[in-house]
């Protein structure tokens, strides 16, 4: 069972380069997030998706979107790479059951994460 | 807003020895806690979790009690092993916002010498 498989694992890109992050889960599972985190500073997140078709901003959506391709994909894109974007970002997925009491009490599952370094 | 404060690290122990980190939170609504860890070049994994005041969530050793009239989540573990070194996230989800913002705090990094 490979969970949340996320690629690439490492990357480097120029200032005002675009890449795409992806994201792909094998549980089923409704919603979806990106994160990134910094030293420091836990995790931020950055976009999320509560459903399949569903997209909402998180705390630090500045410089990225995103798309939820389907059920199991959800994609991170930089348009326009830039310096403090340097950080590891990570996706997640979690199932939404039930009331949002329930839902709430849903852990998380995450990625191996993403090294992104922006020269 | 949301938000969870943990000790700073990094904490570094003995084998054997015990383990507190602290986290204390604020929230508006009625959140739900939980424990993650985070091994070299992993995600985070959830560790363990507790849904209501006085609930103690436990697992592989580790036990955390959600104390609401001190608004905390302390992580104890009785004796730690090297193989606990990582880094250990308290975070919160407060159904009041759907639990779709799973608020974290920064982090605690435990080396445990041999």
């Known amino acids: 069972n490979a969970g949340v498989t996320q690629t690439p694992k490492f990357q480097v890109l120029k200032t005002g380069q675009s890449m795409t992050l992806q994201c792909a889960q094998d549980m089923n599972h409704n919603s979806m997030y990106w994160y990134r985190q910094d030293p420091g500073m836990g995790l931020r997140l950055i976009y999320y998706s509560a459903s399949e078709g569903t997209t909402d901003k998180g705390e630090v959506p500045n410089g990225y979107n995103v798309s939820r391709l389907n059920k199991r994909e959800f994609s991170l894109r930089l348009e326009s790479a830039a310096p403090s974007q340097t950080s590891v970002y990570f996706c997640a997925s979690s199932s939404r059951v039930g009331s949002a009491k329930t839902f709430s009490n849903q852990p998380q599952h995450f990625g191996d994460g993403t090294r992104l370094s922006i020269l | ?114």
């Open chain 2, 1 to 114: 807003g949301d938000s969870v404060t943990q000790m700073e690290g990094p904490v570094t122990l003995s084998e054997e020895a015990f383990l507190t980190i602290n986290c204390t939170y604020t929230a508006t609504g009625y959140p739900s806690l939980f424990w993650y860890v985070q091994y070299p070049g992993e995600g985070l994994q959830l560790l363990l979790k507790a849904t209501k005041a006085d609930d103690k969530g436990s697992n592989k050793g580790f036990e955390a009690t959600y104390r609401k009239e001190t608004t905390s989540f302390h992580l104890e573990k009785g004796s730690v092993q090297v193989s606990d070194s990582a880094v250990y996230f308290c975070a919160l989800s407060d159904r009041n916002t759907g639990g779709f913002k799973t608020i974290f705090g920064a982090g605690t990094r435990l080396f445990v010498k041999a």
